[in-house]
């Protein structure tokens, strides 16, 4: 059966100029034909969704993100399983997030739940899974649950061959600390020895796996890049000769503001504010990521400015909320709302490696779409006021009677 969405006002993210009264033909899961709403004529049989104007737009992607962490919740670990598989499910329903990538994850769920999506078995967003977080002993990240302590060049090749076993899509590598710890846990230090660092990132190349690699200062980015990293996660504070290497190595950056930016100090809307509300976050933590929030969010309107491959990453929790929170913090940090966009929209499915077939609406593409009441180059925030999601061309999400 074809599905032909008709009288749209089409996005693709491919240019900033939006196409009224556009229709799109899908078959086979795939956009077949795109052209001007009066040339195509609906054949019987063809599911036809008139969305009467609205804003049709390839779905969003959030490419840093972990389930809750395991060892803040008394809650089995049967259960923590289910809820992420949960939580992943709603993001695609409720917000139209039709990608994540994952940046650690307790007990291979990352693997588990990108595995029944992938079979069918249930209907949600595409995952891509890191597996473990793998850090140090004393490294960062340990109150999570899913950090994997190493030590040693063959500690760290012996994790990353165990990862590769259990059927991660790439390798999530720790090299300094975050802002989220405890006092040792310091975001302006880098935890690996050479050797170590070394050793990661030869078994990664040498298996074919892509390393995410968590850099937080100059000298952590600049080891990451330099050893072939795919992305830098956070870069919370950079020097110019990394962003000179980022553009050098065409290295991915995902800046993850809302580690810093969303205190309830700083909470700029309501949503905002609500969020920070429900977090119940320490003071010692809002303190770190006040004093840190300046000097990322400086980075990142350099980074910007500059040209870097930047793909958008909340590293937050609820899923169905992280990636629309983060797209605001870009706008308030200085991005347009276009480069936003298209941070979370073809960045997004290019950075996991799948930009041929996803994160734009272009004929060939498969059909991952979301259509939204009111026009986000305007206002990001619109892209929260959802009518549908199709997943391949199937709409998963009918929001139009609300
Ligand atoms: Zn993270």
Partial sequence: MRTVIVNATLLDCVRPTPIENSAVVIEDGRISRIEPTGSVTPQPGDNVIDVAGAWLLP??????????????????????????????????????????RCAGS?????????????????????????????????????????????????????????????????????????????????????FLLEDELKAAFAICHRRGFKVMAHATNPE???????????????????????????????????????????????????????????????????????????????????????GVRMALGSDIRPLKDAALLEMGLWTRSGATTWQTLQAATRHGAEICGVGDDLGTVEVGKLADLIVVAANPLEDIKNLRRLLLVLKEGTVVSDRRAR
Wanted: proline letters at 4%; glycine letters at 10%; one cysteine or more.
């Fill in 59 to 100: 779905g969003l992607w959030d490419v840093h993100v972990h389930p809750d962490y395991h060892s803040l919740t008394d809650m089995p670990l049967a259960d923590q399983v289910t809820l992420f598989g949960h939580r992943l499910m709603t993001a695609l329903t409720d917000s139209g997030i039709v990608g994540f």
């Fill in 106 to 190: 307790h007990d291979y769920m990352d693997v588990a739940w990108k595995r029944a999506f992938d079979s069918g078995q249930y209907v949600g967003p595409r995952v891509f899974a890191s597996g473990h977080f793998l850090t140090t002993t004393g490294g960062h990240f340990l109150t999570s649950g899913h950090a994997l302590e190493c030590d040693g060049p063959y500690g760290f090749v012996k994790a990353i061959r165990e990862q590769i076993r259990n059927g991660v899509d790439h390798i999530k590598l720790n090299l300094s600390g975050g802002i989220l710890g405890p006092p040792w846990d310091l975001h302006t230090q880098s």
């Fill in 220 to 306: 952590a980015v600049k080891s990451a890049i330099r050893l072939g990293a795919h992305s830098v996660e956070h870069g919370y504070i950079m020097d110019d000769e990394c962003i000179d290497l980022l553009l050098k190595h065409q290295t991915w950056l995902v800046p993850t503001l809302a580690i810093s930016h969303l205190t309830p100090k700083q909470a700029s809307d309501d949503w905002e504010s609500r969020w920070t509300t429900q977090r119940n976050m320490s003071h010692a933590f809002c303190c770190r990521a006040e004093a840190a929030s300046d000097v990322h969010g400086g980075w990142f309107a350099k980074a910007v400015k500059a």
